[in-house]
């Protein structure tokens, strides 16, 4: 089984919409959840790390974990063509661990 | 504000030499990693240092690989032998604290092997 699973294809969202994107995980005891954004050819750029179940909203960006699903979210409100990009969710795999697992990503596409 | 560098920003070897990746982590930071990135594929952990020593290493990470803290600053990834397959990006990251600390992410190195 993926460690970490992001199933979605391209997303295509106009400008100023909500892009909603979406990550599974395995392992139960993960207890540190991040996403990043990655444009082509540039390395992962911290996006949001969330901790604790419910939302965490920071100026365009929420995400959403929910530890009993193994569920986690972002969401992108009011779109704009420089967040098309592709987003990537990363796992902290153990406490006190540092790996990080990373899902294959999301490519958002943000049309004018 | 603070960040991660990494040198150089593209390597070409040839297959079987020897390539040292170069990466300064954030200075009051205290745990350092290397992960690949494959073209298209995902990225992918390779290893974890802390105190001048390894602290937890990936599959990938066979005996072709070593990593050091040469001096206060530097930390690097040096691969013995290189093959095909070792082409990817190769990033640094670094974070203040371990487990769930957040881990941010150098430029990368883009290694291509002939």
């Known amino acids: 089984q993926k460690e970490v699973e992001q199933n979605s294809g391209p997303l295509s969202v106009p400008e100023g919409a909500i892009a909603s994107l979406n990550c599974t995980y395995s392992d139960r005891g993960s207890q540190s959840f991040f996403w990043y954004r990655q444009y082509s050819g540039k390395s992962p750029e911290l996006i949001m790390f969330i901790y604790s179940n419910g939302d965490k909203e920071d100026g365009r960006f929420t995400a959403q974990l929910n530890k009993a699903s193994q569920y986690v979210s972002l969401l992108i409100r009011d779109s704009q063509p420089s967040d098309s990009a592709t987003y990537l969710c990363?796992?902290?795999?153990?406490?006190?661990?540092?790996?990080?697992?990373f899902g294959k990503g999301n490519q958002v596409v943000v049309i004018p | 504000e603070p960040e991660v560098t990494q040198t150089p920003s593209h390597q070409v070897t040839q297959m079987g030499q020897e390539v040292i990746l170069r990466c300064v982590p954030i200075s009051n930071h205290l745990y350092f990693y290397w992960y690949r990135q494959i073209l298209g594929q995902k990225v992918e952990f390779l290893v974890s240092f802390y105190n001048n020593e390894i602290s937890e290493k990936s599959e990938i990470f066979d005996d072709q690989f070593s990593v050091e803290r040469p001096d206060g600053s530097n930390f690097t990834l040096k691969i013995r032998s290189t093959k095909l397959e070792d082409s990817a990006m190769y990033f640094c990251?670094?974070?203040?604290?371990?487990?769930?600390?957040?881990?941010?992410f150098g430029p990368g190195t883009r290694l291509t092997v002939l």
């Open positions: 990363a796992v902290g795999v153990e406490w006190g661990n540092n790996r990080l697992a």
């Open positions: 990251a670094s974070s203040e604290d371990s487990g769930t600390d957040t881990q941010y």
